[in-house]
């Protein structure tokens, strides 16, 4: 049986090792019709060129300049939608798989035409027992998308649990048809990272398709490590950044998709939790990412992600 034309599409910026131990780890995979696509987002530390000469197989594209998660992978899905690929996936670069992780997620898109995207069980890098995302949930009555099973111990467990639904799925490994990609648009760039993720699943249910988890297949994550300084600075290892672009981008997503019914619910809900993150820096003495977080909430308030 013919195997699936696939894209998978790595970001890289600024991070030889990171995308290096991932590329290393892809290289043992039994599925055998994909490519790599490397967008590289204008990195200035010449690991475009190290990974490019290291493994000659990769498709690497260039970005002019730091288009973000969003525009990075962009780049790939336009890539991916040009030149026949049936499915893409979006793969972070902190991550190694299993060999055999493809095949499931495949065969799962296969089995039902109305399944848009599906994603694998994903455990912490460090500890392959230690579960980082088993499938994730909304909560529309407080506007809280959530990840199941996240820090928690699994011996085998979660991949004997029945196959389910979910309502989004993490950008970290979110595989998906090309057609759909083509019917609802790609990843809305004013995110530039965080939430994009969320924004696409929603408009891949809205235009009629189911969000699957496949635990059969199996990577391993180390996460945060975008915006995470590797030693500790004066507020704490995360750059201000991520707290302005988690703030801003969590209120897109709620005034794009918050239900008239659920208004006051969720307003009530988001009052205490953004509140209650800005006196957690005022406690803590984090004024940048105080300033960070006040600055995201109110771009969130104020404009609306359009592209």
């Known amino acids: 049986m013919t195997q699936k034309k696939l894209a998978l599409v790595i970001i890289n910026w600024n ?25 590289d987002n204008n990195s200035t530390d010449a690991s475009a060129a190290q990974l490019e000469k290291e493994f000659p197989a990769i498709i690497l594209l260039r970005s002019d300049e730091n288009k973000g998660f969003t525009g990075g992978n962009n780049i790939g899905f336009e890539y991916a939608l040009q030149n026949g ?8 670069n902190d991550v190694g798989v ?19 995207g599906v ?3 994903i455990y912490f890098y460090h500890d392959h027992e230690l579960i980082w995302n088993a499938g994730s949930r909304y909560n529309p009555v407080f506007g809280i998308p959530y990840i199941l099973g996240y820090n928690r111990k699994d011996k085998g467990q979660v991949q004997r649990q029945k196959q389910k639904s979910i309502d989004w799925i993490t950008g970290c490994a979110f595989m998906m048809r090309t057609e759909v990609l083509k019917k609802v648009g790609l ?4 995110f530039f990272i965080y939430y994009e993720d969320v924004d696409l699943s929603f408009r891949i249910k809205a235009a009629g398709y189911a969000l699957a988890y496949e635990p059969s297949s199996v990577i391993y ?3 945060g490590m975008s915006h995470k300084s590797k030693e500790k600075l004066k507020e ?72």
């Not at 290096?20 to 790599?36: Q, V």
């Not at 299993?98 to 848009?116: H, M, Q």
């Not at 990843?187 to 004013?190: A, S, W």
């Open 221 to 223: 994550h180390i996460a």
């Open 187 to 190: 990843l809305k760039q004013d």
């Open 119 to 121: 994603q694998p069980l």
């Open 85 to 92: 690929y049936e499915y893409v996936m979006m793969l972070n």
């Open 15 to 39: 991070s030889y090792d990171l995308t290096k131990d991932t590329l290393s780890s892809l290289a043992e995979t039994s599925y055998k019709n994909y490519d790599i696509i490397v967008v």
């Open 236 to 307: 704490g290892y995360l750059n201000p950044k991520v707290h302005y672009l988690n703030a801003r981008n969590r209120l897109f997503v709620l005034k794009g998709y918050t239900k008239t019914i659920a208004i006051p619910t969720v307003i009530l809900y988001q009052i205490i939790y953004f509140f209650g993150i800005s006196f957690y820096f005022i406690f803590r003495r984090r004024w940048q990412k105080l300033r960070a977080w006040n600055k995201g909430m109110k771009e969130g308030l104020l404009n609306t992600v359009e592209n």
């Open 98 to 116: 299993e060999p055999n992780f493809l095949e499931p997620l495949v065969a799962k898109l296969d089995s039902d035409n109305n399944i848009g």
